[in-house]
Structures are given as structure tokens and as C-alpha cells.
């Protein structure tokens, strides 16, 4: 997130001085039907990453937003609103987008019950972007600290997960559950809380997925699913709908130097709710 | 499954000497949502399963099809057409319905490429119901000895999950796969092997259902799903496509006292593919 230096000669859409934000890609062979669907995240030719992916241009891995500078193909540059701000909207290209985007694809409507497991930097984007969405969204988390933090964000209702009372009254209610937890967590739990065939998206755990019981599943035919931020026209529109909405997301603003105590304090469960580098201060 | 002995003042669609079937449930409260929506299957006030179920009516549980007479609500019974083979469309009713079920609710069309985890009485019903509607059907069985008859039941190809160049071959090829394994097996595996966006409905493991990975899910948006038999209307429908396409289950018919000897060929892997047992000769 930041602002345009410099422009190619073809480049439509920005102009020096433009505020600009490059998200959790780079490129993509946009020749593919998934990068043909706007699903660049998908594509099978494999997605050039911003971090740590390998580079077809340039060769090596890519680094990301740990940079002073970045330079990036038009179509994965997104147009950032002149008026808002910026260190508020970073955040919306990870943490929103990969929210956003089970929201969208799965037409979350007016009124519907969501459930946000886990508030953490994704859990809290997904509270204020559903709830302005007109949904009626529901916080799970383990931290009792967040449970008034979740009313102001604009949940109806947050509960512990280990309240168990909580969870058998909201048993077969939603109609859509994020699952933002960064580890393994109980799916069974979570998935008992949807109504029949309904979906748990899950966000956040990379790597194994947990709990879920094959009879119980059965029981309401739910599904588990998997996503990864979003493509480049949800992303685009994820930003429209923040800007429309002035939504942005709760952070604190850190300089590089304080990047391992930031982490730390994420690790704590300490992170309220997302820290965003000053990158003009390296 | 079995002939009709006497029908109640009311009953409209059974008369004497009729055949008729029982399925894998007997009661369901008829008006919940889901029972409205022919979903008896998923009653949100309880469905009375054949087996082992509270009874509503009775007291007690359900001791299902190990009977040598069964009194059921009308709705429960379906009508079996007289010429087809009584113990090949027994497993009609459970293995049966239990694959149709996701193949009808999930659309597949011919031509569509359906994977069939495991391949033993469920799987083998899998097989022949997707084939005859049209779709190109791949086996993944762990007994080489099974490969030559999928062909038989109408499969394009058959593999042995341990070829890992056949895995990497079928990589992101398959628009809906059903997992048949009763225990865990590694979803991960099978869940590559799915399109964009295309599901792997669990119909084996009643239980633990492990190996998913959040982030190879998120790489092609893919959802695992849970299922569970089918309902009445859906039961009458597999009956009536069975018949017209002339498919019934590939089976051995044993008496009450070879059950044991059957089981253990059960856990052996030598089932060849359902056990009927003939109750006349109990």
C-alpha cells in the first residue's frame, strides 16, 4: 500500500502520485479458465505469490511488502481511494480479501446467521465486513477480552468456544461459518452450528484440518470447504465495498524494527487486531 | 425387502402379495422442514433408524431387517416392481441410496468425470448407478484383485491409491468424488484429484475423517461433505432408475447362521460385494 512513483508506458490505470496497493499476488498466466474467471489465486498454472514465490520474471523469490519499493504488473496493482487510510485499507489485501471472498462466492445475504471462529487480524475483518453486509454474525473465540471488542465491530453475539451451553443453543442456526483460526481447531464443534447443507470455510488453518466426524457431517449434510484470499476482481471490490461502508481494519502501526515484538505479541494472542509496517521508516 | 402379508384399512399403495422394501429408516416426524423437503433422512426432530433406533411408537429400539416380519408406516415402504431380483435390490436400500443420493442431489451429468473411493458394497453400487448415468467412473481401490471387475461394473479406468504416477496423473480432473472407505483414509489424496470448486462427499467413514489440509483445500476452493443414505422420494427414485436400467447389487445370499463367517470376510476384504441374508431360512 502506497503510492505510484512510476508508471510504464502503456499503463492505463494509475498515475504518478495515484495511491496504490499490490495484494497477496503478483502475477498469473491469465491465460488459464481460472485466471479467465478471475480467480488468479487458482491459477493452474501456478500464481506468482508476493512472498516467497518463485519469480518467472525475474527469476529467484519474490518479497513481498518487506520493501521499500515494489514493482508489479498493472492488472495486479489495485486502485486504492484517494480520501482513506491507507495503513487502515493494508490489511483489507490479506486479511479482507480472504474474508471477503467466501462472503461473496457464497452470496452471504441480509439477515443470514455467520459465524466468525476465531478474532484474530482475519476474524475481525470478517465480523465488520459481514456485519455490513446486513448479516447477523456471531463470534467464537477462546479470548474472553474480545467478547466486547466483537459487539463493537458489530457481531449480535460472541461466545467462548468453551461454553458449552452457548454452543448447544446455537446448534444447526447459521447459514455460513468462516473458520479463522490459525491451527488446527475442533471442526466438529463448528460444523454442528451450521444448518443443514450448509458450508464452514475454512481460512486459517493451513495445514491439517481437525475433528470433523463423518457420521455428524452426515447427520446435515455440511460441507467443510477450503479458500485462499481472493482474485483480483473480488479484491478490487472488496475495497469498493470498505470504502462505501468506511470500513478499515483495527491495527497498530509498527516500524520495521519492531517486527519480532509485534510477532511475538500475535503468538500472546496479544495482537489487537492487526499490526501494519511503516515501511517509510525502515 | 420381502412380500407384503397384510396392509392397514388406510393403505392406499400396497396390497397382499405385493414386494416391498424397507430401508435403513422407519419413522420420521413429517413435519420439520427437512421431512417437508423429503429429507426424512436429516428429521430435525429425529429420524427412527431401522436398526438400533428408539422406537417412537413402541418403546424400545428398532431391530431392523434381521426380522422375519417388519411393521411399517406406509410412507416407509417403498414398492420394489415385481420382476426384478428381490436380494440384488436389497442393497438398493442402503449402499444403494446412500451413492445415488449424492450423485442425484449433486447433479452429476454423463460425461462428467466421478471418482469412487473404495470399491466394496457401497463402492460397487457407486459404480454401476454413475456409470449407467452417463459419467466416466474411476476407481481407487487398495485390492488389485478388485481393478478387473470395476471394468466390469462399468468403470473407464480402476487404480490402486499406492500408484503415485496414476494420482498425479488424475490430478484436478474429477467434477465429484464419493469416499465409500468406512474408516479414515487420507483425504488430502482425493481431494487433489478434484477440480475447482468440486466436492468429495464422504459416505464411508462414520467417524474420524482425517488428512485434510487447509491450504491445498484453499488451492482449489474444494469442499469435503458429509451425506447420509437418502430420503423416501429419493429411495423411490433409485428403485425406479435401477430397474430401468436393469442394475442390481453384485451379491452373495447366505442364511442367518453363515453372518458371522461373512463379517470376518467383511474385515478381510473378500466380500464380493454385499452379503443377503435370506431370512426364510432363519
Redesign the interface.
Known amino acids: 500500500m502506497g503510492r505510484v512513483v512510476g508508471v510504464g508506458a502503456e499503463v492505463v490505470t494509475f498515475r504518478e502520485g495515484d495511491h496504490a496497493g499490490v495484494g497477496c499476488m503478483v502475477d498469473s498466466c491469465g491465460e488459464c479458465e481460472?485466471c479467465l474467471a478471475d480467480?488468479e489465486q487458482?491459477c493452474?498454472n501456478g500464481t506468482t505469490f508476493t512472498y516467497n514465490s518463485p519469480d518467472k520474471v525475474s527469476g529467484g523469490v519474490t518479497y513481498g511488502g518487506y520493501s521499500k519499493r515494489i514493482v508489479v504488473k498493472e492488472d495486479f496493482a489495485l486502485r486504492i481511494p484517494p480520501g482513506v487510510d491507507l495503513p487502515g485499507f493494508a490489511p483489507l489485501l490479506c486479511a479482507g480479501i480472504t474474508t471477503f471472498s467466501p462472503i461473496n462466492?457464497r452470496d452471504l445475504k441480509p439477515g443470514e446467521r455467520f459465524g466468525v471462529i476465531g478474532m484474530g487480524g482475519l476474524g475481525h475483518m470478517a465480523v465488520k465486513l459481514a456485519a455490513a453486509k446486513g448479516a447477523e454474525v456471531v463470534v467464537f473465540t477462546t479470548s474472553e477480552g474480545k467478547i466486547a471488542d466483537a459487539g463493537a465491530f458489530g457481531t449480535a453475539e460472541a461466545y467462548l468456544w468453551s461454553d458449552e451451553a452457548a454452543m448447544a443453543r446455537n446448534r444447526?442456526s447459521f447459514d455460513l461459518m468462516v473458520s479463522t483460526v490459525p491451527v488446527a481447531c475442533p471442526m466438529q464443534l463448528f460444523l454442528n452450528l451450521l444448518k443443514?447443507d450448509k458450508?464452514l470455510v475454512?481460512?486459517?488453518?493451513?495445514?491439517?484440518?481437525e475433528?470433523?466426524?463423518?457420521?455428524?457431517?452426515?447427520?446435515?449434510?455440511?460441507?467443510?470447504?477450503?479458500?485462499?484470499i481472493g482474485g483480483i476482481a473480488e479484491s478490487r471490490a472488496v475495497i469498493d465495498f470498505a470504502a462505501h461502508h468506511g470500513i478499515a481494519a483495527t491495527y497498530e502501526l509498527i516500524t520495521p524494527d519492531q517486527i519480532s515484538a509485534a510477532c511475538e505479541k500475535v503468538v500472546n494472542k496479544e495482537a489487537r487486531y492487526r499490526y501494519v509496517i511503516d515501511m517509510t521508516r525502515a
Chains 1, 2 share one sequence.
Do not use: E, K, W
Request: positive net charge.
Open positions: 481460472n480467480r487458482n493452474l462466492h444447526a443443514l458450508t475454512n481460512v486459517g488453518a493451513l495445514f491439517p484440518i475433528g470433523a466426524q463423518g457420521m455428524l457431517m452426515g447427520f446435515g449434510r455440511q460441507s467443510l470447504a477450503g479458500s485462499m
